[in-house]
């Protein structure tokens, strides 16, 4: 991303946290971990790896490299994950932040202005991947989805 993409999504920070929190606010908590308040203490420890990404070109490398193997999104076997919500809410705050910043830059190639939409894209999706599979990883249901999950194809096939 370039740096003035970037510096200008550094200035509207505070903005971007602001609508960050607003959109997690307006989802429905589907368990007391995805209540907002419990989520909102992690959005400028959020902020300062998205922004560590940005501007680093060692981490752009190393999330390259890490989505290569990852398809797209995280999953998660039950849904119950508080973190889908949270990185969903950042990635519209943080997309809606490119856009204004590159509205306010009308010179802008086009190429270069996908390419930071590819690159946000990337950061955020690793990121969030990242954090979502940790936290499923000590999920009491995890186990419980899973045999679900299989059963349900066995049951199919039968």
């Given at each position: 991303?370039?740096?003035?993409?970037?510096?200008?999504?550094?200035?509207?920070?505070?903005?971007?946290?602001?609508?960050?929190?607003?959109?997690?606010?307006i989802e429905?908590?589907?368990?007391?971990?995805?209540?907002?308040?419990?989520?909102?203490?992690?959005?400028?420890?959020?902020?300062?790896?998205?922004?560590?990404?940005?501007?680093?070109?060692?981490?752009?490398?190393?999330?390259?490299?890490?989505?290569?193997?990852?398809?797209?999104?995280?999953?998660?076997?039950?849904?119950?994950?508080?973190?889908?919500?949270y990185f969903a809410?950042?990635?519209?705050?943080?997309?809606?932040?490119?856009?204004?910043?590159?509205?306010?830059?009308?010179?802008?190639?086009?190429?270069?202005?996908?390419?930071?939409?590819?690159?946000?894209?990337?950061?955020?999706?690793?990121?969030?991947?990242?954090?979502?599979?940790?936290?499923?990883?000590?999920?009491?249901?995890?186990?419980?989805?899973?045999?679900?999950?299989?059963?349900?194809?066995?049951?199919?096939?039968?």
């Open positions: 991303m370039q740096d003035s993409l970037v510096r200008a999504l550094r200035a509207q920070r505070p903005q971007i946290r602001t609508r960050w929190e607003a959109l997690l606010r429905r908590a589907n368990t007391p971990l995805a209540n907002p308040d419990a989520l909102v203490f992690m959005l400028d420890w959020t902020l300062d790896e998205m922004f560590t990404a940005f501007g680093s070109p060692h981490a752009r490398r190393r999330i390259s490299r890490a989505v290569e193997g990852a398809a797209g999104k995280a999953h998660c076997p039950c849904g119950r994950n508080p973190l889908l919500t809410a950042g990635e519209q705050a943080l997309d809606e932040a490119l856009v204004l910043a590159q509205a306010d830059l009308p010179a802008l190639d086009p190429v270069v202005r996908d390419a930071a939409f590819a690159e946000l894209t990337l950061v955020v999706r690793e990121i969030s991947r990242r954090e979502i599979e940790s936290f499923c990883a000590v999920c009491q249901y995890r186990l419980g989805a899973q045999t679900t999950a299989v059963a349900g194809s066995t049951a199919a096939r039968v």
